[in-house]
């Protein structure tokens, strides 16, 4: 029997913790990428002059622009912690042959938590 | 499975027909109390569809020709119970991932076992049988690296599994670096510097991602994502010329 409507299973290869890892590296790192000129932009400004910086620090007062910063960073402390564990699996001797690190994700995710809420900290 | 009492029930088979293009058949099998998914596209081939292409030699998980995606993920159909991957009586059966499709749950492999030659997969002797036979330490280190990936039966469950793969034609993927660093641990093979070379090229270790999905799939708990991980290392070492021999 043919039928038409049996749709094509999704690709279940991808459900588990280091493939998430690598999409949430993959991810902050492009937002990074996209955030980093602006980053350099205001550091270029402060070479410039006091009024053009001092015109872009008051746009980055802005709660909005605040918030971006905010996700910004703890996808910075993401990034990095995620890097770090790559650099663990490849660099360092493997403890047994499914090891991959996978703990390593949970506290890299926490500690980028961590980062976020030591930010608000500041900010509020 | 509890809701499933022999003579009666039966499972739900969805099967992959045709090439590129093509559409799911489904057909009803008796479902029993043991019964390979291997089994049960025999069954399906048997007394239903007598023209359903697919692959399987040895039925033991020797071979590594039977390999299919059930249910979304790639597996050994041979040695995959039914009752360990059956999703509501139900089993949709399809081609492994990555590879071209020649027709059914039959892929085109060619490519998949030319990448283990382009990451330098070819064994070079030293000796010949006049020689004396070269002795081996089992409990050095390389060799216990060499011997936690020579069990590879070249199913390519590992190839299907990975993105990057999919993602980039050029990749030679984890059963063939897996290969290659066997024999880079592998005191009797001549051509480390080849072999190094190989598979640190573009398309080799580089472009793994360590997604891990080779190493969570493969059926004999061979972990691909360690060998690569010890070819990135050992070719870095090489770099800083630190490599110990
Ligand atoms: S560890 Fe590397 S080879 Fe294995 S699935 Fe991931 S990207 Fe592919
Ligand atoms: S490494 Fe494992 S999954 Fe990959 S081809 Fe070999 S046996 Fe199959
Ligand atoms: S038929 Fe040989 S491994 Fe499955």
Redesign the pocket.
């Known amino acids: 029997m043919s039928d038409a409507s049996v749709s094509r299973p999704r690709n279940a290869a991808r459900n588990h913790r280091s493939y998430a890892a690598f999409i949430g590296h993959r991810l902050s790192g492009v937002a990074l990428a996209v955030f980093l000129p602006l980053h350099f932009l205001a550091l270029g400004l402060a070479l410039e002059g006091r009024a053009a910086l001092d015109g872009f620090l008051a746009y980055a007062e802005n709660p909005l622009v605040k918030f971006a910063e905010w996700g910004l960073v703890i996808l910075l402390g993401l990034h990095l912690c995620f890097g770090i564990r790559l650099l663990v699996v490849e660099l360092l001797p493997w403890r047994g042959d499914d090891d991959d690190r996978a703990g390593l994700i949970g506290w890299g995710l926490a500690l980028a938590i961590l980062v976020g809420v030591v930010f608000l900290w500041g900010v509020i | 499975m509890k809701d499933m009492t022999p003579e009666t029930d039966t499972l739900e088979v969805r099967i992959w027909r045709g090439r590129d293009e093509g559409r799911f058949e489904t057909y009803e099998v008796p479902a029993r109390e043991n019964q390979t998914v291997l089994d049960v596209v025999s069954e399906v081939q048997r007394h239903h569809e007598p023209a359903l292409a697919y692959r399987f030699a040895c039925r033991v998980g020797v071979c590594?020709s039977c390999?299919m995606t059930v249910n979304g993920k790639?597996r050994?159909t041979c040695r995959t119970h039914v009752q360990k991957v059956v999703d509501g009586g139900a089993l949709t059966i399809e081609p492994l991932r990555n590879m071209p499709r020649i027709k059914d749950l039959a892929t085109d492999m060619t490519d998949f076992f030319d990448k283990w030659h382009r990451a330098g997969g070819r064994f070079e002797g030293t000796r010949t049988r006049h020689d004396p036979i070269q002795p081996v330490d089992p409990e050095s280190r390389a060799r216990k690296n060499a011997n936690a990936?020579i069990?590879?039966?070249?199913?390519?469950?590992?190839?299907a599994?990975c993105d990057v793969v999919a993602w980039d034609d050029d990749y030679v993927g984890?059963?063939a670096l897996?290969r290659a660093w066997t024999l880079l641990n592998d005191e009797k093979h001549g051509d480390q510097r080849g072999t190094l070379d190989a598979a640190t090229a573009a398309g080799g270790c580089g472009s793994c991602h360590t997604q891990g999905s080779?190493m969570k799939?493969?059926?004999?708990?061979?972990s691909?994502t360690r060998s690569i991980a010890g070819i990135k290392r050992m070719s870095l070492m090489d770099f800083l010329n630190m490599r110990g021999k």
């Open positions: 590594g390999a790639p050994w990936g069990e590879c039966i070249n199913c390519a469950v590992c190839y599994a984890p059963a897996n080779c799939h493969c059926p004999v708990g061979i691909p």
